[in-house]
Structures are given as structure tokens and as C-alpha cells.
């Protein structure tokens, strides 16, 4: 099935990307760079569970200014998982901090959703950065959110992807039905074209996980965790993208979380829910260009 037409191609076809790897935090991590490598400012951004560093790809095409980095999350796109480690917080935030200290030292540190939450515990354990944006952060329990019933059905639906017999497992995990239920609950957007340009981008990204132990652990971190437990460690000026209608964490949760930083600013966006960089990557991309601005000098 030929992939849906992007809505940032245009944008996107004028930056220079390029694919390399690196040995880091015990596997060979595949990142992609984005622009120029003069550029003035790097971000080093951390995906989301279940997908890979396409799916940042809109905010990069309304920052050109900028030198991204972005690495396949271990086990996850092309990179493996770690070996002989279980995937939890530590070893990503471990895996991460490596990542930055060979490729990206010096870099603002970006996570969406659980990249937020990966960011957060790298830069609290002594990832040193000198901004930190979180964008969809996990600022509240997912079991507790506007959607803790399908978050529990989900950690069902993991569990039983882990027990029945490895085929039939890896398919239920890969079932395209499944990712489009997934998919339908997170777009907010009544554009049809985006939604249809959105279930396309889950279809083709959202199961290019390694197997599915590495996918279960991975998952059982996500829900675990957020990054209420490391805010109040970290020094960094901090920006957090919000969206009024996340169903994952709720935009009172997000007003809170805020008060927990050292330096902390909110930025909310209404009418979006927890795909704000698929849907509303230019608002997203303004707040991050603001929040990186040079003293006395102009944003990317």
C-alpha cells in the first residue's frame, strides 16, 4: 500500500538529513542528523513508546535553523535493544546519556511523551543540558489519566502479546486493527486528510519494535514511571509543550508538574490531544523556538 502523502514534505525535503550510528549504552544506536552542522543550536529529541524518530519529523521541518539529532529509541526502528539488560528507566536514561556524551555533548535535550519521560531521568542523573523541552509530557500515572480503563486494557493486551506462543503473539502486538484502534483514540484533529496522514504514520512506524519482550518491558516502563519523580532534580531551564485535551495527562496534571521544576515554563496548546506533533507541530516548533532563543539574538 503506497504510504500517504506527508503534510511537511515540503518543508522537510529542504533539510539535509543523513543516517549514521554510533555504539552507545550497549547497542548500536541508529540516528538520523537534520540541517546543518554549523548550525548554532543542536537538539538531541527522544521519541515516543512504540514509535521511531519520524514521528518528530513535523516539528523538525518548522525549525530549519536548527541541527537536530534523533536516535532510534533501543529496540525500537532500526536500533537493537540493549543486550543483557532489561529495558527499563535506568537503562534508557543510561543509554541516552551515552548517546549524548559521544554525538550531542552540549545539545538541548527534547522527549515526547515517554521520551519526556527518558529525558527527564538522563538530565536528573547527570545528563548535563542546557535547556530541557518536554513535549506531551508524562506528568501524571497513565493508569490514572482521562483513560486509565484503556491504559489497563493495554497493559492486558501486552501481557497476553508476551504469553501466547511467539507468533501468535507478535502478531496480535503488530495487528494493524490494533494500531488503528491506538491511532484513533489519540488524534484529536477533525481534518480528515491529516487523520488519514496520521493512521498512516502509525501503520508504517508504530510496530517496527525489535520483539516483543523488549516491547513489554518497554511498555511496563512507560506506565511505571513519569516524570513527576525527577523534576524537582533537574537544574535546566525547562519547557513543557502541553495539550489541553491529552488524554494521557491531564492539563491539570501539567499545571502542576510545572511547579516542580527549578525553572519551568508551560506552554499550552488547545484543540490537540496527545499527537501535538503530528497535529500542531508550528505551534509546537514557535514555543521551542522562543524557549531556545539566544540572549539578545534571534530564535532558529
Same mark, same amino acid.
Given at each position: 500500500?503506497?504510504?500517504?502523502?506527508?503534510?511537511?514534505?515540503?518543508?522537510?525535503?529542504?533539510?539535509?538529513?543523513?543516517?549514521?550510528?554510533?555504539?552507545?549504552?550497549?547497542?548500536?544506536?541508529?540516528?538520523?542528523?537534520?540541517?546543518?552542522?554549523?548550525?548554532?543550536?543542536?537538539?538531541?529529541?527522544?521519541?515516543?513508546?512504540?514509535?521511531?524518530?519520524?514521528?518528530?519529523?513535523?516539528?523538525?521541518?518548522?525549525?530549519?535553523?536548527?541541527?537536530?539529532?534523533?536516535?532510534?529509541?533501543?529496540?525500537?526502528?532500526?536500533?537493537?535493544?540493549?543486550?543483557?539488560?532489561?529495558?527499563?528507566?535506568?537503562?534508557?536514561?543510561?543509554?541516552?546519556?551515552?548517546?549524548?556524551?559521544?554525538?550531542?555533548?552540549?545539545?538541548?535535550?527534547?522527549?515526547?511523551?515517554?521520551?519526556?519521560?527518558?529525558? !527527564?531521568? +538522563?538530565?536528573? #542523573? =547527570? %545528563?548535563? &543540558?542546557?535547556?530541557?523541552? /518536554?513535549?506531551?509530557?508524562? *506528568? @501524571?500515572? !497513565?493508569? +490514572?489519566?482521562? #483513560? =486509565? %480503563?484503556? &491504559?489497563?486494557?493495554?497493559? /492486558?493486551?501486552?501481557?497476553? *502479546? @508476551?504469553?501466547?506462543?511467539?507468533?501468535?503473539?507478535?502478531?496480535?502486538?503488530?495487528?494493524?486493527?490494533?494500531?488503528?484502534?491506538?491511532? @484513533?483514540?489519540?488524534?484529536?484533529?477533525?481534518?480528515?486528510?491529516?487523520?488519514?496522514?496520521?493512521?498512516?504514520?502509525?501503520?508504517?512506524?508504530?510496530?517496527?519494535?525489535?520483539?516483543?519482550?523488549?516491547?513489554?518491558?518497554?511498555?511496563?516502563?512507560?506506565?511505571?514511571?513519569?516524570?513527576?519523580?525527577?523534576?524537582?532534580?533537574?537544574?535546566?531551564?525547562?519547557?513543557?509543550?502541553?495539550?489541553?485535551?491529552?488524554?494521557?495527562?491531564?492539563?491539570?496534571?501539567?499545571?502542576?508538574?510545572?511547579?516542580?521544576?527549578?525553572?519551568?515554563?508551560?506552554?499550552?496548546?488547545?484543540?490537540?490531544?496527545?499527537?501535538?506533533?503530528?497535529?500542531?507541530?508550528?505551534?509546537?516548533?514557535?514555543?521551542?523556538?522562543?524557549?531556545?532563543?539566544?540572549?539578545?539574538?534571534?530564535?532558529?
Amino acid at each position: 500500500m503506497p504510504a500517504v502523502p506527508s503534510y511537511y514534505a515540503d518543508q522537510l525535503d529542504r533539510i539535509p538529513v543523513a543516517r549514521r550510528a554510533v555504539d552507545a549504552g550497549g547497542t548500536q544506536t541508529a540516528y538520523w542528523t537534520y540541517g546543518s552542522d554549523d548550525a548554532a543550536v543542536t537538539i538531541l529529541a527522544v521519541h515516543g513508546f512504540r514509535g521511531d524518530h519520524h514521528g518528530l519529523e513535523p516539528v523538525v521541518a518548522h525549525l530549519p535553523g536548527v541541527r537536530w539529532i534523533m536516535p532510534d529509541l533501543p529496540g525500537f526502528g532500526e536500533t537493537p535493544p540493549i543486550a543483557g539488560r532489561a529495558h527499563d528507566i535506568d537503562a534508557y536514561a543510561a543509554w541516552l546519556a551515552e548517546v549524548a556524551a559521544r554525538i550531542a555533548p552540549g545539545a538541548i535535550v527534547l522527549g515526547h511523551s515517554f521520551g519526556s519521560i527518558v529525558a !527527564a531521568a +538522563a538530565v536528573a #542523573r =547527570g %545528563l548535563a &543540558t542546557p535547556k530541557l523541552i /518536554l513535549v506531551n509530557p508524562i *506528568g @501524571a500515572p !497513565a493508569l +490514572a489519566g482521562p #483513560r =486509565g %480503563l484503556l &491504559t489497563r486494557l493495554a497493559v /492486558l493486551y501486552y501481557r497476553l *502479546g @508476551a504469553w501466547l506462543p511467539e507468533r501468535l503473539g507478535t502478531w496480535l502486538l503488530r495487528t494493524r486493527l490494533i494500531v488503528r484502534v491506538m491511532s @484513533a483514540a489519540m488524534a484529536k484533529t477533525r481534518d480528515k486528510a491529516l487523520r488519514r496522514w496520521i493512521h498512516d504514520q502509525h501503520d508504517r512506524f508504530f510496530s517496527l519494535f525489535s520483539d516483543r519482550e523488549t516491547l513489554r518491558q518497554a511498555f511496563v516502563a512507560s506506565v511505571s514511571h513519569d516524570v513527576r519523580a525527577f523534576a524537582a532534580e533537574i537544574r535546566s531551564p525547562t519547557l513543557l509543550v502541553a495539550a489541553v485535551q491529552d488524554d494521557i495527562t491531564p492539563i491539570e496534571a501539567e499545571r502542576t508538574l510545572v511547579t516542580l521544576f527549578e525553572q519551568a515554563e508551560l506552554v499550552e496548546i488547545d484543540d490537540v490531544g496527545h499527537l501535538i506533533h503530528y497535529e500542531r507541530p508550528s505551534e509546537a516548533a514557535a514555543a521551542i523556538s522562543r524557549f531556545i532563543e539566544p540572549r539578545g539574538g534571534r530564535a532558529p
